[in-house]
């Protein structure tokens, strides 16, 4: 009888304790879900081989301090290879010369500030976003609103139309939406294959660099 009551209580003991650990893995994924911030933690890409497409960054008409654009620059990889396993190998510059390949970039704010234009897309080396767009929020809102029209217009440039059926997309007009489906990352990456440098070995592309 003596003996038959420990066997109870070990076994009581060993799933209250697989019950906790069971409780502590449920509380780390739902702090990993409902994070809002474009992609936090994650440090393998979801597809690969990741596709790197050089950029070049045209700051010289901003009116934002340099040191302001890094972190834009890097949320708007952080939005492209966390969900689609593209990057940016980012170049700013404070010229208007552009690239042979890739794409670029100009942020400025509009020369009327009237003006609604968040940003354009016209051809990979005619892109424009204002410095500081105006959205609307979104359930889950990217960090930096020039990182979210940033991201978007790449959107446009790497085969994407706008998608409007909910504030979280990425091709949702003037909201703080960063996310893409499954029909949008197989767009981008078959058009991102054509213009990606053709080293695919690399797993992320480096931080942005800032060249006079
Ligand atoms: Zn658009």
Aim: hydrophobic share 40%; aromatic share 6%.
């Amino acid at each position: 009888m003596k003996n038959r009551r420990c066997t109870l209580v070990l076994v009581m003991m060993v799933l209250s304790i697989s019950l906790l650990m069971d409780h502590a893995h449920a509380r780390e994924n739902n702090a990993k879900k409902s994070s809002g911030a474009p992609n936090a933690g994650k440090t393998r890409a979801p597809y690969v081989p990741v596709l790197r497409i050089p950029l070049r960054v045209h700051l010289s008409m901003s009116k934002r301090p340099v040191k302001e654009w890094m972190v834009i620059l890097e949320e708007i990889n952080r939005i492209w290879w966390s969900q689609a396993g593209i990057c940016f190998e980012i170049e700013a510059v404070m010229h208007d010369t552009i690239l042979k390949d890739g794409m670029d970039i100009w942020f400025s704010p509009p020369a009327d500030e009237g003006v609604v234009l968040n940003g354009y897309f016209e051809g990979a080396h005619d892109i424009w976003v204002r410095d500081t767009p105006k959205l609307r929020s979104a359930p889950n809102p990217a960090r930096h609103r020039a990182a979210r029209t940033a991201a978007h217009e790449f959107g446009h440039g790497l085969g994407l139309n706008h998608r409007q059926d909910s504030d979280d997309n990425l091709m949702r007009s003037q909201t703080l939406g960063w996310r893409l489906n499954a029909k949008e990352v197989g767009t981008v990456r078959k058009h991102a294959a054509s213009i990606a440098l053709p080293d695919r070995k690399p797993s992320r592309c480096k931080a942005p660099i800032l060249t006079p």
